[in-house]
Nanobody, 118 residues
Framework: QVQLVESGGGLVQAGGSLRLSCAAS????????MGWFRQAPGKEREFVAA???????YYTDSVKGRFTISRDNAKSTVFLQMNNLKPADTAVYYC????????????WGQGTQVTVSS
């Protein structure tokens, strides 16, 4: 079982930056594929970014060039650096993890709210 705890959300003006963190339990963090998802009010949860065990990264088109996902295996933590934030980025952001190479995620955090004001 893996437990994920997100932090770093908050209120920021458009054009500002936030850095989300997700601390994971478990001794095999380095082998997990980690992802960030978000869910805006009235919308379905959507994929934002992912990083695999070899630190290959993947992003949804709307955040490319603005968001950066990274990981610190020694601290069992994954980060999402968000720059040039837009009101459309307002959502609850969730961290997710899986030991599978591909497919769905098995473990989810409780979420952290990000609000971008115009």
């Amino acid at each position: 079982q893996v437990q994920l705890v997100e932090s770093g959300g908050g209120l920021v003006q458009a054009g500002g930056s936030l850095r989300l963190s997700c601390a994971a339990s478990g001794r095999t963090f380095g082998y997990y594929r980690m992802g960030w998802f978000r869910q805006a009010p009235g919308k379905e949860r959507e994929f934002v970014a992912a990083i695999n065990w070899s630190s290959n990264t993947y992003y949804t088109d709307s955040v490319k060039g603005r968001f950066t996902i990274s990981r610190d295996n020694a601290k069992s933590t994954v980060f999402l650096q968000m720059n040039n934030l837009k009101p459309a980025d307002t959502a609850v952001y969730y961290c997710a993890a899986t030991g599978k190479v591909a497919g769905s995620y098995d473990y989810w955090g409780q979420g952290t709210q990000v609000t971008v004001s115009s």
